[in-house]
């Protein structure tokens, strides 16, 4: 009922807008005010942020696009197939950038790539109204733009903030539940599972916040506050499940964990339930299990089971970063929602500093795919509609255009486009009723607005839903555009039937080429995400990569991106995805022992360079279709680094060797028989 | 009379002209209220956003008025 009742808000919202952008359009005497209409209807988003945030960067691609518009086609217009190719190449190029960027910015590119098409596909025929259309389409466009962020930003804004308060206060609940998890022994199976739901709330969370500057709320978090939180809860997944592993190792050791230990993991979990959420004495706490996790670490020796007491370190040690990143996380979720813009303490003000920049995963072969389909696509539409002469042709090549750059992306593309038709068939359905029945009988402005009501607050409802999103947008463009919204009536059935069939043409069009081209399923793109992880350990193993924060990031952003598609693939989605987890706490070992090599005596830096070289070789050639098992050679390579660092007189050297290759020995062989001196 | 600019042989509006700066100098101006803490002492934001942006709008247009072609 709630939601409900705000999609019936967000529908007025969004009616009321589509009005005033239609008077405002009309009042001034522009031609085709139809686009300011359909542009408040596609910015149009249930948060005040977004719609802001969406309104700027579709300013910039307009204007950026009908720039592109005005150099293309006086430029080639003695050729009208050049002149498609030349549009074609920079809608390519505009899909290939925004396909890179994956934040909400790569709208503006996506825009500017299609804004060219709108204009210049129909300018083919007659290319001296470039300049006119151009300038209207900016016009129109900003007017919708205006009318869209006034209304939805004015009247009772739904805030980013506000969502982001609440998906922030439920994402801590959920990681400290999933950390609480690993800590005592009760896993349930749909808890490994749940918890790669943290990689997609980072998601979530990035995509939030870059709409965090737009937005209305009176009191703004700092997008570098929500940075710092995105960094410590990356942290977390690896940890908790480093924790895990190592509990588990020790259970399975003849001694099983000691009762110290046991009693600190339960007052950790006791913490993590009861003591984390409190702010009054979170840091003194926090501080007491700290010092006593220390206190219990043993001085792994040569003599006597080494193997043991690495794990029990390790686990100890791991556990000390857990503690203080779920410290940071919610000393940093205070500071989101402290309303003063200065650090409520020194530690939180030195976390933010460091906050770095979230980097992403990024397909360069799947976006070149996909701008080369388009390309395709459109020079196959273009071909057909010159040498036909068939004059709804431009309509036809460039909606097959915007199709493909809005929807070629996806891997369900052909899926979304047949989507978008039915939605554009039914719309134009819609639109047909009202063109001929219902607006000849319309004299001014208030009664269109009346009887234009009904047809808008139902698709502008179905907008509000995200499941029927696409539906809904495919109607407004096959209604808005078609109903006849302009100064004064004079439609014609022939035009109407002839534009009609000739957007539905481009529409089957597209979803034909994308068939065609682009054919891969989610298997490949899984396997590509994988696979590329994989060369990131590489490259990390060799030294590629010494700063954690940027690839860590990128890794788990793979992880997010996996967690969907191997949950609609297989039936048991946990073990590959942990397998991507496990990998990625290969890669952030192996550059920390990549990184320390440089202050190892030489006795040891020989076993570690081998094995990371041994590491690299691996990961660099393995393929996610026959998934090979790490070599033996590289067990031998580890156990002597361990043999080489249990000799070491330097304590503190010693202590940070064992505990990484104790994570990296675990990581990658966790079938093998405990270390043993004698391997040395 | 609203006069229009040539840019590249494009006759752009200048009210167009206007209302993009204006959007942007509103941007900047909320973004520098924002940092002060502005907001804190004010009841709904939105408004107060709204009217600024008016208020810069009518600012350039009056600024530049006497550029207009009337003022020739």
């Given at each position: 009922m709630k939601i409900d009742a705000e999609a019936v808000l967000f529908s007025l919202k969004c009616f009321a807008a589509a009005m005033l952008a239609y008077y405002v359009a009309l009042s001034i005497g522009l031609t085709r005010p139809y686009w300011a209409v359909t542009t408040t209807y596609i910015t149009a988003q249930p948060l005040a942020g977004a719609v802001l945030s969406k309104?700027?960067?579709?300013?910039?691609?307009?204007?950026?696009?009908?720039?592109?518009?005005?150099?293309?086609?006086?430029?080639?217009?003695?050729?009208?197939?050049?002149?498609?190719?030349?549009?074609?190449?920079?809608l390519g190029l505009c899909l290939y950038v925004s396909q890179l960027d994956r934040t909400p910015r790569a709208y503006t590119f996506l825009l500017a790539g299609y804004t060219a098409s709108i204009i210049g596909f129909p300018s083919v025929d007659a290319p001296g109204q470039v300049f006119d259309v151009s300038i209207l389409r900016v016009q129109e466009i900003l007017i919708g733009i205006v009318a869209a962020a006034f209304v939805h930003g004015v009247i009772f804004p739904r805030t980013v903030t506000h969502k982001l308060f609440q998906r922030i206060d439920a994402m801590l609940a959920d990681a400290e539940r999933w950390s609480r998890g690993s800590l005592?022994?009760?896993?349930?199976?749909?808890?490994?599972?749940?918890?790669?739901?943290?990689?997609?709330?980072?998601?979530?969370?990035?995509?939030?916040?870059?709409?965090?500057?737009?937005?209305?709320?009176?009191?703004?978090?700092?997008?570098?506050?929500?940075?710092?939180?995105?960094?410590?809860?990356?942290?977390?997944?690896?940890?908790?499940?480093?924790?895990?592993?190592?509990?588990?190792?020790?259970?399975?050791?003849?001694?099983?964990?000691?009762?110290?230990?046991?009693a600190l993991l339960a007052r950790v979990d006791a913490w993590l339930e009861t003591?984390?959420?409190?702010?009054?004495?979170?840091?003194?706490?926090?501080?007491?299990?700290?010092?006593?996790?220390?206190?219990?670490?043993?001085?792994?020796?040569?003599?006597?089971?080494?193997?043991?007491?690495?794990?029990?370190?390790?686990?100890?040690?791991?556990?000390?970063?857990?503690?203080?990143?779920?410290?940071?996380?919610?000393?940093?979720?205070?500071?989101?929602?402290?309303?003063?813009?200065?650090?409520?303490?020194?530690?939180?003000?030195?976390?933010?500093?460091?906050?770095?920049?979230?980097?992403?995963?990024?397909?360069?072969?799947?976006?070149?795919?996909?701008?080369?389909?388009?390309?395709?696509?459109?020079?196959?539409?273009?071909?057909?509609?010159?040498?036909?002469?068939?004059?709804?042709?431009?309509?036809?090549?460039l909606i097959a255009g915007v199709a493909c750059a809005l929807f070629g992306a996806a891997d369900n593309a052909a899926k979304q486009i047949d989507t978008f038709m039915i939605g554009a068939v039914a719309g134009i359905l819609l639109s047909a009723l009202y063109a001929f029945a219902i607006m000849p009988r319309v004299t001014d402005f208030v009664m269109l607005a009346a009887v234009l009501a009904p047809a808008l607050l139902i698709i502008g409802s179905v907008l509000a839903r995200p499941a029927h999103g696409l539906l809904a947008l495919g109607s407004v463009v096959g209604f808005v555009n078609s109903v006849g919204l302009n100064a004064t009536y004079s439609e014609n059935f022939a035009t109407f039937v002839n534009s009609s069939t000739g957007l539905i043409a481009g529409i089957v069009f597209s979803g034909l080429c994308v068939k065609l081209f682009l054919t891969a399923g989610p298997g490949s793109t899984v396997a590509r995400l994988v696979r590329a992880g994989w060369r990131d350990v590489a490259l990390r193993a060799r030294g590629g990569a010494p700063d954690a924060g940027p690839w860590l990031a990128r890794m788990l952003d793979r992880i997010g991106l996996l967690a969907p598609r191997l949950a609609q693939q297989e039936a048991d989605p946990d073990r590959p995805l942990l397998d991507a987890l496990v990998d990625l706490r290969i890669g952030y070992i192996a550059g920390q022992l990549s990184a320390m090599r440089g202050a190892m005596a030489p006795e040891e830096r020989e076993p570690v360079t081998a094995t990371l070289a041994e590491i690299a070789r691996f990961f660099g050639r393995s393929n996610p279709k026959t998934a090979d098992p790490p070599p033996v050679a590289l067990l031998d390579g580890i156990d002597r680094s361990v043999g080489a660092f249990a000799r070491d007189p330097e304590r503190e050297r010693r202590r940070a060797g064992l505990l990484l290759l104790t994570s990296l020995r675990r990581n990658l062989f966790p079938a093998a028989p405990p270390w043993e001196a004698v391997a040395a | 009379m609203i006069g229009e600019i040539s840019i590249f042989g494009?006759?752009?509006?200048?009210?167009?002209?206007?209302?993009?700066?204006?959007?942007?100098?509103?941007?900047?101006?909320?973004?520098?209220?924002?940092?002060?803490?502005?907001y804190r002492i004010i009841a709904y934001r939105p408004l107060v956003d709204l009217a600024l942006f008016i208020f810069l709008l009518g600012l350039l247009v009056l600024v530049s008025a006497p550029f207009g072609p009337t003022a020739a």
């Amino acid at each position: 009922m709630k939601i409900d009742a705000e999609a019936v808000l967000f529908s007025l919202k969004c009616f009321a807008a589509a009005m005033l952008a239609y008077y405002v359009a009309l009042s001034i005497g522009l031609t085709r005010p139809y686009w300011a209409v359909t542009t408040t209807y596609i910015t149009a988003q249930p948060l005040a942020g977004a719609v802001l945030s969406k309104a700027v960067f579709r300013t910039g691609g307009t204007i950026l696009g009908a720039a592109a518009a005005i150099v293309l086609v006086p430029t080639f217009v003695n050729e009208p197939l050049v002149l498609a190719f030349a549009l074609s190449l920079w809608l390519g190029l505009c899909l290939y950038v925004s396909q890179l960027d994956r934040t909400p910015r790569a709208y503006t590119f996506l825009l500017a790539g299609y804004t060219a098409s709108i204009i210049g596909f129909p300018s083919v025929d007659a290319p001296g109204q470039v300049f006119d259309v151009s300038i209207l389409r900016v016009q129109e466009i900003l007017i919708g733009i205006v009318a869209a962020a006034f209304v939805h930003g004015v009247i009772f804004p739904r805030t980013v903030t506000h969502k982001l308060f609440q998906r922030i206060d439920a994402m801590l609940a959920d990681a400290e539940r999933w950390s609480r998890g690993s800590l005592v022994q009760q896993r349930s199976a749909t808890l490994g599972r749940e918890r790669n739901g943290l990689a997609l709330d980072l998601a979530e969370l990035l995509q939030l916040s870059a709409h965090l500057p737009f937005d209305t709320a009176r009191i703004l978090p700092r997008v570098r506050t929500v940075r710092a939180l995105e960094d410590q809860l990356s942290m977390m997944l690896p940890l908790a499940s480093s924790v895990e592993d190592r509990i588990d190792a020790l259970a399975a050791t003849d001694d099983g964990v000691p009762a110290d230990v046991t009693a600190l993991l339960a007052r950790v979990d006791a913490w993590l339930e009861t003591g984390v959420p409190d702010k009054t004495d979170r840091d003194a706490r926090a501080q007491a299990l700290l010092d006593e996790a220390l206190a219990l670490e043993p001085v792994p020796r040569e003599s006597g089971p080494l193997w043991r007491e690495m794990l029990l370190f390790s686990l100890l040690s791991r556990l000390q970063e857990l503690i203080a990143t779920h410290r940071d996380a919610r000393d940093l979720r205070d500071q989101i929602r402290s309303p003063s813009v200065r650090a409520i303490s020194p530690h939180v003000g030195e976390l933010v500093d460091r906050a770095g920049s979230r980097a992403l995963h990024r397909d360069r072969g799947i976006a070149i795919r996909t701008a080369l389909a388009t390309i395709a696509t459109i020079m196959l539409g273009s071909s057909f509609w010159i040498a036909t002469a068939w004059d709804q042709g431009a309509g036809a090549v460039l909606i097959a255009g915007v199709a493909c750059a809005l929807f070629g992306a996806a891997d369900n593309a052909a899926k979304q486009i047949d989507t978008f038709m039915i939605g554009a068939v039914a719309g134009i359905l819609l639109s047909a009723l009202y063109a001929f029945a219902i607006m000849p009988r319309v004299t001014d402005f208030v009664m269109l607005a009346a009887v234009l009501a009904p047809a808008l607050l139902i698709i502008g409802s179905v907008l509000a839903r995200p499941a029927h999103g696409l539906l809904a947008l495919g109607s407004v463009v096959g209604f808005v555009n078609s109903v006849g919204l302009n100064a004064t009536y004079s439609e014609n059935f022939a035009t109407f039937v002839n534009s009609s069939t000739g957007l539905i043409a481009g529409i089957v069009f597209s979803g034909l080429c994308v068939k065609l081209f682009l054919t891969a399923g989610p298997g490949s793109t899984v396997a590509r995400l994988v696979r590329a992880g994989w060369r990131d350990v590489a490259l990390r193993a060799r030294g590629g990569a010494p700063d954690a924060g940027p690839w860590l990031a990128r890794m788990l952003d793979r992880i997010g991106l996996l967690a969907p598609r191997l949950a609609q693939q297989e039936a048991d989605p946990d073990r590959p995805l942990l397998d991507a987890l496990v990998d990625l706490r290969i890669g952030y070992i192996a550059g920390q022992l990549s990184a320390m090599r440089g202050a190892m005596a030489p006795e040891e830096r020989e076993p570690v360079t081998a094995t990371l070289a041994e590491i690299a070789r691996f990961f660099g050639r393995s393929n996610p279709k026959t998934a090979d098992p790490p070599p033996v050679a590289l067990l031998d390579g580890i156990d002597r680094s361990v043999g080489a660092f249990a000799r070491d007189p330097e304590r503190e050297r010693r202590r940070a060797g064992l505990l990484l290759l104790t994570s990296l020995r675990r990581n990658l062989f966790p079938a093998a028989p405990p270390w043993e001196a004698v391997a040395a | 009379m609203i006069g229009e600019i040539s840019i590249f042989g494009v006759f752009v509006p200048s009210l167009l002209l206007l209302t993009l700066l204006a959007l942007a100098l509103t941007g900047i101006l909320t973004a520098v209220l924002q940092i002060v803490g502005f907001y804190r002492i004010i009841a709904y934001r939105p408004l107060v956003d709204l009217a600024l942006f008016i208020f810069l709008l009518g600012l350039l247009v009056l600024v530049s008025a006497p550029f207009g072609p009337t003022a020739a």
